[in-house]
């Protein structure tokens, strides 16, 4: 995807931001950070709700970001945390490798390419996989170039001296060893079928970004 009229900024904390302040929709249910393990690297929490009537998922994830030159890539992958086990009422979904690559092509535009290799666990209907990839995927890419479009401006009435992204004395997230995390398995949780369950009208309401 081509944005123009911004660059999204290189920064993994910028980029998860802008995301929040604007580009999250209603489709996210809870989102926070849980912990630090180097200046560059994070593990986060992420719940977000499926197309009715199918179970709503969360995900724990490692994430990095790393600088290549004009490019920048955010990548992340799923783990186990101790204090923040699978829940009663979500499915824990696996992200296998997710990510951004952003490419720089010019002083306000960038070339966005999104790679999400996920597990929902469980079988899922042919129309959520269809759905998935013709509407959300697109339509949330639509929504982070809007929020990078307005972050700056945003930015500078919130917190403008905040940059932990460029200043990582300034990160308040608690620092935690590797040893505590372990990678997550999609075959060590619940596996579910879905599969026969029909889609049903919901409510749209207008959540882009005012």
């Not at 639509?142 to 932990?164: D, F, G, L, S, T």
């Amino acid at each position: 995807m081509v944005c123009k009229g911004c660059f999204l900024l290189p920064e993994d904390h910028v980029w998860r931001s802008a995301r929040r302040r604007y580009g999250s929709g209603t489709c996210v249910i809870e989102t926070f950070d849980i912990g630090k393990l180097t200046a560059n690297a994070d593990v986060g929490y992420y719940s977000w709700r499926c197309p009715k009537p199918l179970k709503n998922r969360d995900v724990i994830t490692l994430r990095s970001w790393l600088p290549m030159g004009s490019d920048y890539i955010i990548m992340n992958y799923s783990v186990k945390h101790p204090k923040y086990p699978p829940k009663k009422d979500l499915v824990r979904a696996v992200s296998i490798q997710t990510g951004y690559l952003i490419q720089r092509q010019g002083p306000s535009s960038c070339t966005l390419i999104y790679l999400a290799q996920v597990d929902p666990r469980g079988s899922l209907p042919k129309w959520v996989v269809n759905k998935s990839s013709q509407f959300l995927a697109p339509k949330a890419m639509k929504r982070i170039h809007k929020a990078c479009v307005k972050y700056a401006e945003w930015k500078q009435r919130h917190a403008p001296a905040h940059k932990p992204w460029l200043y990582p004395e300034q990160n308040s997230l608690p620092s935690m060893p590797l040893s505590e995390l372990r990678i997550q398995h999609a075959d060590s949780l619940e596996n579910i079928d879905e599969s026969s369950l029909a889609e049903t009208k919901e409510e749209h309401s207008d959540d882009e970004p005012h």
